[in-house]
C-alpha cells in the first residue's frame, strides 16, 4: 500500500496540482492584501471616508450599535454585508487576472498553431512513396 501511495503522489499531475495549489494560495494572499490596503481605502475615501470592512448588519439585540465588525461579532449573531463585498472584489480581480492569464496563453497556443510545418525533403518524400506502394504490392 505505501509503494502505491508513493507511486501515486509522485506522478506528475499530482504535483503540477500542489504546485497550483500553493501559488494559488500565494496569489490569493496577494490579492487580499492589495484589495484591503489599496483598493478599499481608495472605494472609502472616494465615498466619503467609509470603511466597508465594519458594514454589518445586528441580528442579536446583545450587539451595541457603532461596535466594530470584529467585535460586534463577539457580542452576537451579526451579517457581514462589508466583509462580503470585500470577499466579492477579492473574486472579481482573481478572475480578472486569471482571464487575462488564460487569454495570453491562448494566443501564445494559437501563434504556435500557426506556424507552418516545415517542408518534408525530395528525398524523403521518394522513399516514403516507394515504402506506400512496396506496402500495397502483394507479397510474392
Known amino acids: 500500500m505505501l509503494e502505491e501511495f508513493k507511486k501515486f503522489a509522485?506522478?506528475?499531475?499530482?504535483?503540477?496540482?500542489?504546485?497550483?495549489?500553493?501559488i494559488g494560495a500565494a496569489f490569493g494572499?496577494?490579492?487580499t492584501s492589495a484589495v484591503q490596503d489599496v483598493f478599499m481605502p481608495m472605494i472609502g475615501a472616494i465615498t466619503g471616508?467609509?470603511?466597508?470592512?465594519?458594514?454589518?448588519?445586528a441580528l442579536s439585540s446583545?450587539?451595541?450599535?457603532?461596535?466594530?465588525?470584529?467585535?460586534a461579532k463577539k457580542q452576537g449573531a451579526v451579517i457581514g454585508y462589508?466583509?462580503?463585498l470585500t470577499?466579492?472584489?477579492?473574486?472579481?480581480i482573481v478572475a480578472f487576472v486569471l482571464f487575462l492569464v488564460i487569454?495570453?496563453?491562448?494566443?501564445l497556443v494559437s501563434r504556435e498553431e500557426a506556424k507552418p510545418t516545415?517542408?518534408?525533403?525530395?528525398?524523403?518524400k521518394i522513399l516514403t512513396e516507394i515504402r506506400d506502394l512496396l506496402a500495397t504490392k502483394p507479397a510474392v
Open 118 to 124: 516545415p517542408e518534408v525533403p525530395a528525398d524523403v
Open 10 to 22: 509522485l506522478r506528475g499531475n499530482v504535483v503540477d496540482l500542489a504546485v497550483g495549489v500553493i
Open 49 to 57: 471616508g467609509l470603511d466597508f470592512s465594519n458594514y454589518y448588519i
Open 103 to 107: 487569454r495570453a496563453m491562448n494566443r
Open 62 to 71: 446583545s450587539v451595541q450599535k457603532g461596535a466594530a465588525y470584529a467585535d
Open 82 to 84: 462589508g466583509q462580503f
Open 87 to 92: 470577499v466579492a472584489i477579492n473574486f472579481m
Open 29 to 31: 494572499a496577494i490579492v
